[in-house]
């Protein structure tokens, strides 16, 4: 089993920055690629960012890139996701998620691909 345990959400201005975390514990981080996703109300959940196991490659929803910037530690066993300029369309209960991997360069898109969860933390953005 996998915990997962995200922190640094709140309610900022259009434009602010937040810098979430996530903290695993109870399996060998190293060993999973961990990703972040979102859901509003009414929406599915939809993918944020990914970063593979030794934090080499990582990938983007579209709407992200350029603003948000996901990292990992592996000696703290945490990832994290900056978000910067944000807008009033990334508010969400954010969650992050690990994957067990055996390839470095592997990630996932989609939630089926994941294999532990937070709880999430809310980010809202007012206009």
């Known amino acids: 089993q996998v915990q997962l345990v995200e922190s640094g959400g709140g309610l900022v201005q259009a434009g602010d920055s937040l810098k979430l975390a996530c903290v695993a514990s109870?399996?060998?981080?190293?060993?999973?690629?961990m990703g972040w996703f979102r859901q509003a109300p009414g929406k599915e959940r939809e993918f944020v960012a990914a970063i593979s196991r030794s934090g080499s490659y990582t990938d983007y929803v579209h709407s992200v890139k350029g603003r948000f910037t996901i990292s990992r530690d592996n000696a703290k066993n945490t990832v994290y996701l900056q978000m910067n300029s944000l807008k009033p369309e990334d508010t969400a209960v954010y969650y992050c998620a690990a994957k067990r991997t055996f390839a470095d360069t592997t990630v996932s898109v989609t939630p089926g691909g994941y294999n532990y969860w937070g709880q999430g933390t809310q980010v809202t953005a007012s206009s």
């Open positions: 109870g399996r060998t981080f190293s060993n999973y690629a």
